[in-house]
């Protein structure tokens, strides 16, 4: 019978103390991985002493030994025993396939439904999820200079580091085949939950790992049993785990191990509390290195990447792209719709093409994770539109991370940072928002936001605190910021920003709304309209505009800084007179502002005139307008001498006459038409007529749209005045989109503005002394 204990020999102790060294452990630290309660142990192995074999074993295989080298005369009855287990074990095939088909239900029952926020019944797993992709590369962990960062575009801003472009995706599957032990990180709500829960429904029906046993563990339950028992035992809590599907037998749950046949789900290890972090994780190490040839996966928020395991493979979960984003919709719609399988994939064809449209372009910043996918579907499911309100669709999101979405999964945080209350966390975020968008910074340095967070302690606190204990705190609060709600996150290394674009912008704006009294209120107002011809601002005043309980205020700031842009300027005001004067002229649908835009559009930017949004209607006049303004352009360029380009210009002419209603114009543009060489001219009569006649006749066509049309005027802008017309044209179609926001604007203000839009000084005064 082989003997109950072993010991080093005198070989075996140089080897275990050079292994020992290169761990850079103390023995209390090798105690403590064993899972011994004291060193002793660990001292009588290293001077050669006897110890319990089990003991001998399992400090071996931490020191990553074989301990039949270790032993002083390994007993051959034991090494005979192995051997004959392993010849017993060789139809471990038939253990796997009896214990994956004793657990079916259990993991099924475990994994197979997800319970979606807001949806009142659960849904299969495989009726919504969408296969993920993976970075292999980890973005937060790069070193770059802020000044690379600052130029990007705001479109561009969401998906930098995030693997759009430049990173190599995988699919996530081929990830997990790909490294035995794999932590995969995330933001909240990008699906690593749902991933492991798939792996283990694929595993569990055969069509993935189909040779292993599929064990999903939730760590934060296991974290909460093991401060019950005061026992961080893996094994112990898988044993229980199988007493739930019948099975009793340890040895089956020990010859799966041995033998590799384990996929290992680990699910949440920023979920579990600081306090037993660190016990958790070195149970989750001595494990894997006891059960080496195991399959481990665990999932983790990025921001908690600090939770390290040796031997594990960091990678991270890639946002949507734009088919993965088709395919949940389509899954979705079909899920929850209450009709039919056809109904839904045709609401979610509806809801692809108005994401896509470029008014959406925000949510589609936005969609890029399942969570607010998820959001985003169930929003479009009500209405059958996204909301003209985006605040109340940011609002849902924030209240998911700031809360709800840890709530509703059950998931206890860490109070780190001094209690903060919800109001104040968004206070907190709001002046981070505001201070860093008035600066044009949408990515700041550690030390930076460090800064802002200190100043909001300081101030709440209005107690006197240590430079160094109010650092370590703002430190503690940025990380449980970023940990805990993902709202700030660390693009590259100490460089931080908000996770979207979107809701820096939304903060922004809370901060100006949220004013404590009328006359700040006045003041973060008169601040924002100072911003009113920089196109960063725009998403700012259009968040502003729907969250004021009034917005009478900020709009007639709008329309007087609007108007100040151009009061200066003689010759534009002359233009706009020009314009006012055309759109009198025009008597039927459209509002005078919409033709006062029109007649700017054409003056300026022949041919484009129609598509401006300010004239979005056109009348029979305005519409003869545009055509004679473009057969103007094209008889003046250099094709219009080319034999076949001229027929065309006659053919617009000829058509163009039959819109005309004023008498004199009419005959005016017949008696040119007629003068126009007949079609069936050869080129040389016609290049002789080009020579000889085409610049007079050119002349008096130009002559007759300007006389009867008061069209065709030669303004000469300089490069200074086009800018200041581009910028005051924007900044009237912003105003303009902010009073279609379903902002709350009192209708005699509302009408005012936009029946004045767009009208010289004079004008304006004289309505104001009426």
């Known amino acids: 019978m082989a003997k109950r204990s072993l010991q080093a020999s005198s070989t075996g102790i140089q080897e275990a103390k050079k292994a020992f060294t290169r761990k850079g452990w103390t023995q209390e630290n090798l105690a403590f991985e064993v899972n011994l309660k004291t060193r002793q142990p660990i001292w009588r192995f290293l001077t050669g002493q006897p110890i319990e074999r089990l003991t001998f074993i399992e400090i071996c295989a931490v020191l990553e030994l074989d301990w039949r080298e270790i032993a002083l005369e390994p007993p051959a009855d034991f090494i005979d025993r192995e051997k004959s287990t392993q010849t017993f074990m060789l139809d471990i095939d038939n253990l796997v396939q009896q214990v994956r088909s004793q657990r079916f239900d259990k993991i099924q029952d475990q994994c197979g439904i997800l319970q979606l926020l807001d949806i009142s019944r659960p849904v299969a797993i495989n009726d919504i999820y969408v296969d993920l992709n993976i970075l292999e590369e980890i973005a937060s962990q790069q070193w770059l200079e802020i000044t690379e960062l600052q130029n990007l575009d705001p479109k561009e801003f969401d998906r930098f580091g995030l693997g759009e472009t430049d990173q190599k995706q995988i699919p996530g599957v081929q990830a997990v085949e790909k490294y035995s032990k794999l932590r995969v990180l995330g933001k909240p709500g990008v699906g690593k939950t749902t991933f492991l829960q798939h792996l283990a429904i694929q595993c569990n029906q055969g069509a993935f790992a189909a040779n292993h046993v599929p064990i999903f563990i939730t760590l934060r339950n296991f974290a909460e049993e093991a401060k019950v028992t005061n026992e961080f035992n893996l094994l112990n809590y898988i044993r229980q785990e199988f007493l739930t599907s019948g099975i009793s037998d340890p040895s089956i749950i020990e010859t799966l191990l041995n033998e590799g046949r384990v996929l290992l789900l680990l ?10 972090s660190n016990a958790v994780l070195g149970e989750i190490r001595r494990f894997s290195e006891k059960y080496h040839k195991n399959h481990l996966v665990a999932t983790c928020r990025t921001a908690a990447q600090r939770l390290r395991i040796r031997g594990f493979t960091d990678v991270e979960i890639a946002p949507f792209t734009s088919e993965q984003i088709r395919v949940f ?6 899920a929850f719709t209450k009709t039919d399988t056809e109904d839904g994939q045709s609401q979610s064809v509806d809801f692809i093409q108005k994401l896509d449209l470029a008014e959406n372009w925000q949510f589609r910043q936005l969609v890029v994770t399942p969570l607010f996918l998820h959001l985003a579907c169930w929003v479009f499911h009500g209405q059958d539109k996204f909301p003209t309100k985006r605040t109340d669709f940011y609002k849902q999101g924030l209240d998911l991370l700031l809360g709800k979405w840890d709530e509703a999964r059950g998931v206890e945080r860490d109070d780190v940072y001094r209690g903060f209350l919800l109001p104040q966390k968004l206070k907190l975020l709001s002046q981070i928002a505001a201070a860093t968008f008035e600066k044009g910074q949408y990515f700041f340095e550690q030390r930076i936001i460090e800064q802002y967070i200190g100043d909001y302690i300081q101030n709440l606190t209005k107690v006197p605190m240590d430079a160094e204990e109010l650092q ?68 700012i005043f259009l968040l502003t505009v729907t969250m004021l309980r009034s917005a009478d205020s900020l709009v007639q700031l709008m329309k007087q800084q609007i108007d100040a842009l151009v009061a200066q300027d003689p010759y ?35 041919r484009i005139a129609p598509h401006f949004a300010l004239a979005s209607s056109l009348d029979q006049g305005m519409f003869l307008d545009a055509a004679l303004d473009n057969l103007l352009v094209e008889c003046a360029i ?110 005699g203000i509302r009408q005012e503005i936009e029946a004045t839009l767009l009208l010289p000084q004079k004008e304006l005064e004289d309505r104001e002394w009426e």
């Open 329 to 334: 919709a389509q899954k979705w719609f079909v």
């Open 472 to 539: 370590m705190e703002s430190e503690a609060a940025l990380k449980a910021i970023e940990a805990q709600h993902g709202l700030l996150a660390e693009r590259a290394r100490g460089i931080f920003s908000f996770s979207y674009l979107a809701f820096q912008e939304y903060f922004t704006a809370r901060k100006i709304v949220a004013s404590y009294n009328l006359q700040a209120l006045e003041q973060s107002l008169g601040g924002l309209v100072s911003h009113i011809t920089d196109p960063h601002w725009r998403e």
């Open 572 to 606: 534009l005001q002359e233009f706009l007179t020009w314009a006012s004067q055309k759109s009198r002229t025009i008597p039927t649908q459209p509002k005078d502002a919409a033709v006062r835009a029109f007649y700017l559009a054409l003056s300026r930017t022949p």
């Open 638 to 747: 250099d094709e219009s001498q080319n034999f076949a380009h001229f027929h065309v210009c006659a053919d617009a002419l000829s058509n163009i006459l039959g819109i005309v209603l004023d008498l004199g114009l009419y005959k005016s543009l017949q008696q040119l038409s007629e003068q126009l060489p007949n079609s069936s001219v050869n080129q040389e009569r016609f290049q002789l007529w080009v020579k000889t006649s085409y610049a007079a006749w050119a002349e008096q066509l130009k002559m007759a749209v300007t006389n009867y049309r008061n069209i065709n005027h030669q303004w000469q802008f300089s490069p200074e005045q086009q800018q200041v017309l581009q910028r005051y044209y924007d900044a009237n179609q912003l105003l303009l989109d902010c009073l279609h926001s379903n902002c709350e604007v009192t209708a």
């Open 267 to 276: 699910d949440g290890m920023d979920e579990v509390l600081n306090q037993q």
